[in-house]
């Protein structure tokens, strides 16, 4: 087996995914056993002027999930970013899993010198070949999203270590 | 061209380790104007469990490193991990980037089944194929100590953006 670029980012995509949810339970059981609203932590953020993490969870699911569609040249599932309970991050996870999952390897694979375009809210769209994409922005910015939720859990004092990041 | 092993992993590491050392700057700049002493950014932490700035700074380069080194068979260079400054993590940073540059594509190339052996402190080594090894280890490990590098001084005020994350 040959590295693909399928097999470079879909399985990564999912299993940290996958990670991140169970680090959401650990945040669950943590606010229930201080006796805390969870909400607290769905909004709280590392810097005042740090998107919530809330919005750290929507923003890796949307990296995985165009990331995949952009390279496979298909149309990625809308999401309403109107999750605002722990319980609905881990529903927007899976709905990100579920598509990721039924992409075919077939149709992310050979996207190496594709074309994507990226849409930028104040300037021209970004352009890349499907490998630099994937390289330079589709995986950076995936795992910018998922550390940075686990960070801000592990700042307010939930019980993860690396291996709840990294996955068994 | 087709994505390999050594075009999934050694450009990857160059690039957000030249991101973390431009952000290393922006930090020391920080320090200046606001007058403090910029080893309380050595020093911090988001949790006072978690390792401080500059033991994030010396893993995300030991990430690299001894992710290129093991999927190519070579040995890694040896640092000290005796940093204390600022400047001196900017100097560790650029000897892990003259490492990376150093090993021949070739010598990474073809190791995605590769026996990759990862000692552990307390128990039996990790056993991967190089893909899984790249994959599921050394991608997310470096990822996750760059992005808690980040964290960390954005949490402590220092003006950095996504494009200083993810680079130019």
Redesign the interface.
Known sequence: ?????H??SV??FV??LKNLSNCIDKAAAHAETKKFDPKVLVESR??PD?LPFRTQVQIACDAAKFGVARLAGIEAPKFADDETSLPELKTRIASTIAFLQGVPAASVDGS??KAISVPRRNSEPMQFSG?NY????A???F??HV??A??LL??N?VDLG?SD???G
């Open positions: 087996m040959s590295i693909s670029m097999s470079a399985p990564i299993r940290m590392l810097a740090m190496e010198a490998e994937l390289r330079n922005l995986l950076p910015n795992f910018f550390t940075t686990y960070a592990r700042h004092g690396k990041f990294l996955g």
